[in-house]
T-cell receptor
Framework: ETGVTQTPRHLVMGMTNKKSLKCEQHLGHNAMYWYKQSAKKPLELMFVYNFKEQTENNSVPSRFSPECPNSSHLFLHLHTLQPEDSALYLC??????????????FGDGTRLSIL | QKEVEQNSGPLSVPEGAIASLNCTYSDRVSQSFFWYRQYSGKSPELIMSIYSNGDKEDGRFTAQLNKASQYVSLLIRDSQPSDSATYLCAVRRTGGYQKVTFGTGTKLQVIP
């Protein structure tokens, strides 16, 4: 069991649907991250939040919309997705986004399939 | 050139042997290096971190860092079938809100 919880674990949606992924961390961390993991590709950083402020948007299409209401919760709102968006979406947290020695702790991910 | 490069494998080793996993990186200002283990269908789990040149040991795991050669490795002694997983190398640079860059991972298979 990890200190970072993601729901749902699996999600199948059509291209016209709107859904949200949720992440909650119980580690007292101040930074949270969204990553995309596709087969045979490295983990791709999507967004970084530090103390609820977005500090990085790694050129992510606007059909992905993050929300961070507090340091413990992170959402990824999805709308009008494409088949190539099918992947494992991982949430991570760390003590802070600054400080090179702070490792990230990952949730179990949401396996997203776009029909 | 990929920012963080790993051989995708699979790397097959017999049970009890030493598994050696390698990673090279391109950004010379990288400061922190992490090894994550990821079982199929699971999230990455941090197993080692290293920040200074040399070796760092933790149980059966040893991380080795050579900043001059931009090379980091992970040795797993007395490999067990439960070590079979994909091992991700991650590199973090200095300054600002540092981005962590991951390699594609090396799949390790420990044969009983």
């Amino acid at each position: 069991e990890t200190g970072v919880t993601q729901t749902p674990r699996h999600l199948v949606m059509g291209m016209t649907n709107k859904k949200s992924l949720k992440c909650e961390q119980h580690l007292g961390h101040n930074a949270m991250y969204w990553y995309k993991q596709s087969a045979k590709k490295p983990l791709e950083l999507m967004f970084v939040y530090n103390f609820k402020e977005q500090t990085e948007n790694n050129s992510v299409p606007s059909r992905f919309s993050p929300e961070c209401p507090n340091s413990s919760h992170l959402f990824l709102h999805l709308h009008t997705l494409q088949p190539e968006d099918s992947a494992l979406y991982l949430c991570a947290s760390s003590q802070g986004a600054q400080g090179a020695r702070q490792p990230q702790h990952f949730g179990d991910g949401t396996r997203l399939s776009i029909l | 050139q990929k920012e963080v490069e790993q051989n995708s494998g699979p790397l097959s080793v017999p049970e009890g042997a030493i598994a050696s996993l390698n990673c090279t990186y391109s950004d010379r200002v990288s400061q922190s290096f992490f090894w994550y283990r990821q079982y199929s269908g699971k999230s990455p789990e941090l197993i080692m971190s290293i920040y200074s040149n040399g070796d760092k040991e933790d149980g059966r795991f040893t991380a080795q860092l050579n900043k001059a050669s931009q090379y980091v490795s992970l040795l797993i002694r007395d490999s067990q079938p439960s070590d079979s997983a994909t091992y991700l190398c991650a590199v973090r640079r200095t300054g600002g809100y540092q981005k962590v860059t991951f390699g594609t991972g090396t799949k390790l298979q420990v044969i009983p």
